[in-house]
């Protein structure tokens, strides 16, 4: 376990759609990450916050938008869902940006 | 930008030692780490190295040149539950942050 919460970990949801995804870091962390795993496909960064602030941007599409709340959890919300957003996506946390990060198990999104 | 090479797939037979390598080209270089990610599942950390040489963990141990770009990730005593996905992932910073980038990994299969 590695101490990082994701929420839900399965969705099913038809194309067009919108949905939020849910992250509570380890305690202690500042800094939350958003990635996407696609079948067969490597880890994509999308977007990173610290302590509040977006710190840095991945490839992450204009559909889609991420905050991080007071309490340093976190919330990446998917609009106008297509087929091809159906992936796994991951949220991690680290003390700061220069350390290793932990992931949460995921959430898988299937777009039907 | 960042360029992360590793070889897409290995086999290796249980109780041997295998070596995965990862070339890396990128600026601002932090450090690097290798994940171990099985189907489904949340990668999970194995190793950092941020100055050149070798760095032992058990069975696993990783080594880095910086001036080659150049890392490995050794494993011994190979058992089956080491089938799993090796990904190879760079820190840099730069344009204000730390980001970590990963390769898209290697799949290790172990055979009896």
């Known amino acids: 376990d590695s101490g990082v919460t994701q929420t839900p970990k399965h969705l099913i949801t038809a194309t067009g759609q919108r949905v939020t995804l849910r992250c509570s870091p380890r305690?202690?962390?500042?800094?939350v990450y958003w990635y996407q795993q696609s079948l067969d496909q490597g880890l994509q960064f999308l977007i990173q916050?610290?302590?509040?602030?977006?710190?840095a941007k991945g490839n992450i599409l204009e559909r889609f938008s991420a905050q991080q709340f007071p309490d340093l959890h976190s919330e990446l919300n998917l609009s106008s869902l297509e087929l091809g957003d159906s992936a796994l996506y991951f949220c991690?946390?680290?003390?700061?940006?220069?350390?290793?990060?932990?992931f949460g198990e995921g959430s898988w999104l299937t777009v039907v | 930008g960042q360029n992360i090479d590793q070889p897409t797939e290995m086999t290796a037979t249980e109780g041997a030692i295998v070596q995965i390598n990862c070339t890396y080209q990128?600026?601002?270089?932090?450090?690097l780490f290798w994940y171990q990610q099985h189907a489904g599942e949340a990668p999970t950390f194995l190793s950092y190295?941020?100055?050149?040489g070798l760095e032992e963990k058990g069975r696993f141990s990783s080594f880095l040149s910086r001036s080659k770009g150049y890392s490995y990730l050794l494993l011994k005593e190979l058992q089956m539950k080491d089938s799993a996905s090796y990904l190879c992932?760079?820190?840099?910073?730069?344009?204000?942050?730390?980001?970590?980038?990963f390769g898209k990994g290697t799949k290790l299969s172990v055979i009896p």
């Open positions: 916050y610290y302590n509040g602030e977006e710190r």
């Open positions: 305690s202690g962390d500042l800094s």
């Open positions: 190295n941020v100055l050149d």
């Open positions: 992932a760079v820190s840099a910073y730069g344009a204000g942050s730390y980001q970590l980038t």
């Open positions: 991690a946390s680290s003390v700061g940006g220069d350390t290793g990060i932990y």
């Open positions: 990128t600026s601002g270089f932090n450090g």
